[in-house]
C-alpha cells in the first residue's frame, strides 16, 4: 500500500512538473511575440520580370485603388497554382470586359517556397502584366497567416478577398458571394464599400455530413477538436474558422492585419478575436468546397494548433497582446 501510494504521489509529481513547465514556456513565448504586430513595412516592393525593376507597394492606409483584391497564399505550390490561376484569371478578365466598373488585382504572396511557385507566379505577371497580377515573394517560410497578412496590407482593393493556391474553392463560386456582398454594401450609398468594416468568413457547415463521409480520418478529428478548442479559446460566432475563403473591406482589414500576432496556423482564430475586439460585423457565408490532394495539413498539425491557440489565449487575456486601435 505504501508503495502504491509513492507511485500514486510521484506521478501527480511529475504531472505537476510537467504542467508548470508548459505553463512557463506559453507565458515566455506569449511574452516574446508581444510585438510581433510592430510590422516593419517600410523596404517590401513587388518585383516586376517584365521592367526587371522593382514596384513599390502600396499599404492598407492608402485610398483603394481597385475593387476587388484577390490574395492567394502559396508555399511549395508549384503543381496546384497554375490550374487555380488559370481558371481565377479567365473568370476575372472575363468579368473585366462586361462590366467596365470593375476593376481587380491577383497579388500571390511566396512564402518562401523551395520549388517552382516564383517561377510559375511570375509567368503570369508576364502574362497578365504587374497592374493585374503581382508577386510578393517573402524570402523565406514565415507562415499562411504571415503572407495573408502581407498581402492584405499591401493590396490595393475597396473589398480584399482570401482564396487558398488549391483552388478547393471555385473563383467563380466565390465571386458571386463576394457580389452579393458588395452588393449589400452597397446599399449604404452614404459610405464607400472600403469604408464600412465587415468581415465575411467563408464556411463548409452545410457540407459537414458529407465531407464526414469523404474526408480522411485524421482531418475530421482534427476538425471536430479543433472547433472545440476555438470555442474556448475565441468564443462562439463563426463555425468554420479554417476555410479558405475569407473577405474583409478595407476598413476592416486596416484594423486587423495591423494588429494580428499569429503567423502561422490560427491566424484565422485570432481574427475572429479581434473582430469581436473591434465589434467588426461577421458575416458566415456558405461555400462550396472540394478537398484538393496535396493539402499540408496532417496529424502533426495538431499540437501546433493548440500551442498558438494557447498563445494567444495567455498573450490577450494577460494583457501582453496589445491591440492599436
Same mark, same amino acid.
Given at each position: 500500500m505504501g508503495c502504491l501510494w509513492t507511485i500514486t504521489e510521484l506521478f501527480f509529481?511529475?504531472?505537476?512538473?510537467?504542467?508548470?513547465?508548459?505553463?512557463? /514556456?506559453?507565458i515566455f513565448e506569449a511574452f516574446?511575440?508581444?510585438?510581433?504586430?510592430?510590422?516593419?513595412?517600410?523596404?517590401?516592393?513587388?518585383?516586376?520580370?517584365n521592367?526587371?525593376?522593382?514596384?513599390?507597394?502600396?499599404?492598407? #492606409?492608402?485610398?483603394? &485603388?481597385?475593387?476587388?483584391?484577390?490574395?492567394?497564399? /502559396?508555399?511549395?505550390?508549384?503543381?496546384?497554382?497554375?490550374? /487555380?490561376?488559370? &481558371?481565377?484569371?479567365?473568370?476575372?478578365q472575363q468579368r473585366a470586359a462586361k462590366d467596365k466598373s470593375f476593376s481587380y488585382e491577383v497579388l500571390i504572396v511566396d512564402d518562401g517556397s523551395a520549388d517552382g511557385t516564383k517561377r510559375v507566379a511570375f509567368d503570369f505577371v508576364r502574362k497578365y502584366n504587374i497592374e493585374n497580377v503581382r508577386v510578393l515573394p517573402l524570402g523565406r517560410n514565415y507562415g499562411k497567416g504571415e503572407a495573408i497578412r502581407k498581402g492584405m496590407l499591401?493590396?490595393?482593393?475597396?473589398?480584399? #478577398?482570401?482564396?487558398? /493556391?488549391?483552388?478547393?474553392?471555385?473563383?467563380?463560386a466565390s465571386a458571386r458571394k463576394e457580389i452579393n456582398f458588395g452588393n449589400e454594401l452597397a446599399g449604404d450609398l452614404s459610405s464607400r464599400i472600403s469604408d464600412i468594416p465587415i468581415a465575411a468568413f467563408g464556411s463548409r457547415a452545410h457540407?459537414?455530413?458529407?465531407?464526414?463521409?469523404?474526408?480522411?480520418? *485524421?482531418?475530421?478529428?482534427?476538425?471536430?477538436g479543433f472547433h472545440i478548442v476555438v470555442l474556448l479559446a475565441a468564443g462562439p460566432g463563426i463555425r468554420d474558422t479554417q476555410c479558405g475563403f475569407k473577405m474583409f473591406t478595407r476598413a476592416a482589414a486596416r484594423k486587423l492585419f495591423t494588429n494580428i500576432h499569429l503567423k502561422r496556423w490560427c491566424f484565422d482564430v485570432e481574427l475572429v478575436y479581434l473582430c469581436k475586439w473591434f465589434s467588426i460585423p461577421m458575416i458566415e457565408i456558405s461555400v462550396n468546397?472540394?478537398?484538393?490532394?496535396?493539402?499540408?495539413?496532417?496529424?502533426?498539425?495538431?499540437?501546433?494548433? #493548440?500551442? &498558438?491557440?494557447?498563445?494567444?489565449?495567455?498573450? *490577450?487575456?494577460?494583457? #501582453?497582446?496589445?491591440?492599436?486601435?
Open positions: 509529481i511529475v504531472i505537476l512538473i510537467v504542467f508548470s513547465v508548459l505553463a512557463t /514556456a506559453i516574446r511575440r508581444k510585438s510581433n504586430n510592430a510590422h516593419d513595412e517600410t523596404h517590401a516592393i513587388f518585383e516586376d520580370p521592367s526587371l525593376k522593382p514596384v513599390p507597394c502600396p499599404y492598407i #492606409l492608402d485610398p483603394a &485603388e481597385k475593387y476587388l483584391s484577390l490574395i492567394i497564399p /502559396a508555399f511549395n505550390e508549384e503543381h496546384r497554382l497554375p490550374v /487555380a490561376l488559370d &481558371e481565377t484569371m479567365n473568370y476575372l499591401h493590396s490595393r482593393g475597396q473589398l480584399l #478577398l482570401m482564396l487558398d /493556391a488549391d483552388g478547393a474553392t471555385k473563383i467563380q457540407l459537414e455530413k458529407k465531407a464526414l463521409s469523404t474526408r480522411k480520418w *485524421y482531418r475530421n478529428v482534427l476538425m471536430k468546397w472540394s478537398e484538393i490532394p496535396g493539402s499540408k495539413v496532417n496529424l502533426l498539425s495538431i499540437p501546433n494548433m #493548440l500551442w &498558438e491557440l494557447a498563445l494567444m489565449s495567455v498573450g *490577450y487575456r494577460c494583457g #501582453l497582446w496589445k491591440i492599436h486601435a
